[in-house]
């Protein structure tokens, strides 16, 4: 059923598209499973491991799009923690690279969504190359 629902999203996301708008990139962040899935034209392309928010954080649940991108940039809120090819969505809220490899696939964040860096590279070029507007951020629980 759950695989079901998220076809139809896909394909909603995909159908409101204007179909000369090219190719869209929808990033599927799973907070059970620590997981992101992405899509590129509907076709999974990437699953990688995540670390969202630990107990007493949260991470923002919705459908969002980039409103920023910043190669390098660093936490002024959390004492200038480097956040590799940040992509933010909402507020200071982003999805980036980490250093703290050993703890992707668990909770472990303030709320951003951290990446292996080698993965948010190749997101943050993805979101680039096919533009802000053509890409989905799905924040499920």
Known sequence: MKR???TLVLTAAW???PAWAGPLVVAKV???EQRMVVYVDGLQRYTWPVST??????TPVGRF????????????K??????????????????HGTYAVRL????????????????????????RRYGMNRTTILVTR
């Open 4 to 6: 079901l629902i998220w």
């Open 15 to 17: 159908c409101a598209s």
């Open 30 to 32: 799973d907070l059970s």
């Open 53 to 58: 928010a630990r107990h007493g954080y949260h």
């Open 65 to 76: 799009h980039p409103q920023r991108l910043e190669v390098v940039w660093y936490s002024r």
């Open 78 to 95: 959390y004492h200038m923690s480097p956040m590799p090819h940040s992509i933010f969505f909402l507020g200071g809220y982003a999805i």
């Open 104 to 127: 992707l696939g668990r909770p472990a964040s303030h709320g951003c969504v951290r990446l292996h860096p080698s993965n948010a590279a190749t997101l943050y070029t993805l979101v």
